[in-house]
């Protein structure tokens, strides 16, 4: 079964704290990788994509490491509003369409 | 914007009756998802369709169905609804295509569905 793992967390942090979350994935052959957001009783919605060179977006960083199937996300100068359910999400294979995505990782940001 | 719309935010059914959740997106997207999301256990597939008239199973089709007559709407039906539906269903779609990128998924609100 093709899976993607994430911690589940609670990661509470305080205000302007640096926070990190990682991912693995098992299937070698995904092509597409992705950071949603989850807000308490909400859609998810698209963080980030990531790429192979990895890519910064304000005061987050994606990064991918191929060879070890792993992803991260890093989150600078943590704000309030930042407090949500990560998923790591990733392509279900080469050309596939479907999206396998992790349970997600929880972040509080405490004032 | 892409925009995902579900017919309901919140629906309250008995056990046995026949549910119909749609879903419908503005923005031409190939592709069709329909999932559903407990506490625990992640985001699950249910279904899923790359073109009118087409489905597939996802990971978790027993006693759903799904119908999708038009490009734009994507149906999931609940035959005769049971107690172990009680939960969030989300409906996804994306463009397809060649590009990696064209996997992004847009998801609708969300039907909170509880069955009695």
């Known amino acids: 079964r093709k899976e993607v793992e994430q911690d589940p967390g609670p990661f509470n942090v305080p205000e302007g704290a640096t926070v990190a979350f990682n991912c693995t994935y098992s299937?070698?052959?995904?092509?597409?990788f992705f950071w949603y957001r989850q807000d308490c009783r909400k859609e998810p919605k698209l963080l980030m994509s990531?790429?192979?060179s990895g890519n910064e977006d304000g005061r987050f960083t994606a990064q991918l490491n191929r060879a070890s199937q792993y992803i991260s996300l890093l989150i600078r100068d943590s704000k309030l509003s930042d407090s949500a359910t990560y998923l790591c999400?990733?392509?279900?294979?080469?050309?596939?369409?479907?999206?396998?995505f992790g349970k997600g990782t929880k972040l509080s940001v405490i004032p | 914007d892409v925009k995902v719309t579900q017919s309901s935010r919140y629906l309250v059914k008995r056990t046995g009756e026949k549910v119909f959740l749609e879903c419908v997106q503005d923005?031409?997207?190939?592709?069709m998802f329909w999932y559903r999301q407990d506490p625990g256990l992640g985001l699950r597939l249910i279904y899923f369709?790359?073109?009118?008239?087409?489905?597939e199973k996802g990971d978790i089709p027993e006693g759903y169905s799904v119908s999708r007559e038009k490009k734009e709407r994507f149906s999931l039906i609940l035959e005769s609804a049971s107690t172990n539906q009680t939960s969030m269903y989300l409906c996804?779609?994306?463009?397809?295509?060649?590009?990696?990128?064209?996997?992004?998924?847009?998801f609708g609100p969300g039907t909170r569905l509880t069955v009695l």
């Open positions: 990531v790429y192979s």
């Open positions: 369709s790359y073109d009118v008239k087409m489905k």
């Open positions: 996804a779609s994306s463009r397809g295509g060649t590009s990696v990128d064209y996997n992004e998924q847009f």
């Open positions: 999400v990733v392509n279900s294979g080469a050309g596939s369409y479907q999206l396998t």
């Open positions: 299937n070698s052959a995904s092509q597409s």
């Open positions: 923005m031409d997207h190939e592709n």
